[in-house]
């Protein structure tokens, strides 16, 4: 079983803030499958499942709010016995020029906390990421950026930008992080 946890706010006045992109690319997941997500509050996650060529996933969206979405991934991964190797987390990230998409293998929580806190729950840096660019960040402080709503032009682009990155996730799950960056970053 694989873990899917795309990373947001939770509550209308975050739906199309560049922070909830995590968000929007499991909706557009969700939508594209046919799926629904029902809230789950012992998971702390709105949350949904389906199979693709013999495997079984599980879609979520913390209702933590974005600073402590590893407590709903911890909760997942725990209740479905599923290792940190078997994660997928999609999130925002400012340093990444809107349109762009990145795999990672692992790494360090690069100044984001979301993906901070998946990091201190899950005891690990080696969870796979795909990073969703919302860059290039204008010069007001980050956590003012983050919460703005995408322009209706900055959506088209993200539109487009989720859809490559719904092909890179089916390459990743498919043939591996390697060939994953190397077709996608």
Do not use: W
């Not at 199979?51 to 209740?79: H, Q, W």
């Not at 340093?95 to 360090?108: H, M, P, Q, T």
């Not at 806190?117 to 690990?124: L, R």
Request: proline share 2%; charged share 20%.
């Amino acid at each position: 079983m694989k873990l899917i946890a795309g990373l947001g706010n939770i509550g209308s006045k975050y739906t199309f803030t560049r922070h909830n992109a995590g968000f929007m690319l499991a909706d557009s997941i969700a939508l594209n499958a046919g799926l629904v997500f029902k809230e789950n509050s012992r998971l702390k996650c709105f949350i949904t499942k389906f199979s693709n060529n013999g495997e079984d996933y599980i879609l979520i969206k913390p209702t933590t709010f974005m600073n402590l979405s590893g407590e709903a991934v911890r909760a997942v991964a725990d209740y479905y016995k599923i290792a940190a190797n078997d994660i997928l987390i999609m999130f925002d990230d400012l340093s990444l020029e809107l349109g762009k998409i990145r795999f990672r293998a692992n790494g360090s929580d690069g100044g984001h906390n979301g993906i901070k806190s998946v990091i201190q729950h899950m005891g690990t840096k080696d969870i796979a990421r795909l990073k969703i660019g919302i860059g290039p960040q204008p010069q007001i402080p980050s956590e003012v950026f983050v919460l703005q709503n995408f322009s209706q032009e900055e959506l088209g682009k993200l539109k487009e930008t989720l859809t490559i990155a719904k092909e890179g996730i089916v390459c990743y799950f498919t043939k591996g992080i390697a060939e994953a960056q190397n077709k996608y970053n």
